[in-house]
């Protein structure tokens, strides 16, 4: 309720007791001594309940002062909670927008190097095969070589064993 209800209710009793106060006042009976006293406390009655609710009145507003600065620096901290949260959500996504800045680098750098690293592969493999094949093609002259010069050779003890008859069948040929 506001406080302008609250006030206006106290008031009203007030003004219905005072009228009822005055219309018996009013009446053409003669009021009796006790009928007055009687009135009287009814009266001092009513003007403790009206009292009593003033100070309830009171009271209430000052809770309601309390409770509205309470609600004020409640919305004040809310405000900066807010503020505070909302500066550490744009610092997040800066970070993040960073994060994934540094990953597409790193994608970037990691895809190039499997790119290099399969060209350099493949060339190796190629370079791999030519000098396979020169071994294989080298080993097969030096293996051609090798039976030329066993046939070589044979060739030669041959025409030394010829040498040494023809110097056996020479006159004069010191004998060794």
Excluded at 20 to 42: C, H, R, Y
Excluded at 75 to 81: A, G, K, S, Y
Excluded at 152 to 162: A, H, I, W, Y
Aim: hydrophobic share 35%.
């Amino acid at each position: 309720m506001s406080s302008s209800k609250l006030l206006l209710a106290p008031c009203v009793v007030f003004a219905i007791i005072v009228l009822g106060w005055s219309t018996s006042l009013l009446s053409f009976d003669e009021p009796s001594v006790a009928s007055l006293q009687n009135q009287i406390k009814n009266l001092q009655r009513d003007l403790q309940g009206f009292d009593k609710m003033k100070e309830e009145y009171i009271h209430e507003e000052i809770e309601l002062a309390w409770e509205k600065q309470h609600l004020s620096e409640l919305n004040e901290q809310q405000t900066e909670l807010n503020s505070g949260l909302s500066h550490l959500t744009e610092s997040f996504k800066q970070e993040v927008s960073a994060q994934r800045d540094n990953q597409r680098q790193i994608s970037r750098a990691l895809s190039s190097l499997h790119e290099s690293n399969q060209k350099m592969r493949a060339r190796d493999m190629r370079v791999l095969k030519e000098l396979n094949e020169e071994s294989v093609k080298a080993h097969g002259k030096l293996n051609e070589e090798h039976q030329e010069y066993v046939v070589l050779n044979d060739v030669l003890g041959e025409m030394r064993q010829l040498l040494e008859i023809q110097r056996s069948g020479l006159r004069g040929a010191p004998k060794s």
